[in-house]
């Protein structure tokens, strides 16, 4: 694979949070936060748990229009409040028994900007174009999510 095709199937999203960067890492560390605003509108998360250390696991379970869903991964790198690297999959049949899909990894870097913080979040490779769209659309309707949880929380 060249390193062009691998670029096209990997996601880049950045965007600033008027919120300090340690205030951003929680709501991405502690999972009664990241149940909050994690997936985009019209879907949720009804169960998170985060083992938030390198080789710690994290899975999470929630409902969308086309029935539950199931998330899992690892976290491969852990450097509070700047940087988490982890693994993510898609679960079959919307539990955490379920066969693991196709295993992405998930980048997201915090940095301070006066008393916001910028991330810039790198996903992929994906296996296709519509996993790629899918996951922009998702990862962006979380953002917005995101945003408004910290505004309703100031």
């Known amino acids: 694979m060249r390193a062009t095709d691998l670029d096209a199937r990997t996601l880049r ?3 600033v949070f008027d919120a300090p960067r340690e205030r951003v890492f929680a709501a991405w560390t502690e999972a009664e936060q990241f149940m ?3 997936c985009p509108p019209d879907v949720g998360l009804d169960q998170c748990e985060l083992d938030l250390r390198a080789g710690g696991a994290w899975r999470a379970q929630g409902y969308q229009a086309a ?3 199931a998330l899992s ?5 852990v450097k509070r409040p700047e940087l988490l690297v982890f693994t993510w999959a898609h679960l079959s049949g ?3 028994d379920g ?3 196709h295993e992405t990894t998930v980048r997201v870097e915090f940095r301070a900007v006066g008393n916001k913080t910028e ?3 790198t996903h992929g490779p994906f296996p296709d174009a519509p996993s790629f769209e899918d ?3 998702g990862w962006n309707g979380s953002f917005d999510k995101l945003t408004t949880y910290f505004r309703r929380a100031s």
Request: net charge positive.
């Open 13 to 15: 999203v950045v965007r």
């Open 36 to 38: 909050q605003w994690m």
């Open 67 to 69: 029935g539950r869903f």
């Open 73 to 77: 991964g690892v976290y491969i790198e």
């Open 94 to 96: 919307g539990t955490y």
């Open 99 to 101: 066969a693991r899909g």
């Open 119 to 121: 991330i810039t979040l």
């Open 135 to 137: 996951h922009n659309k």
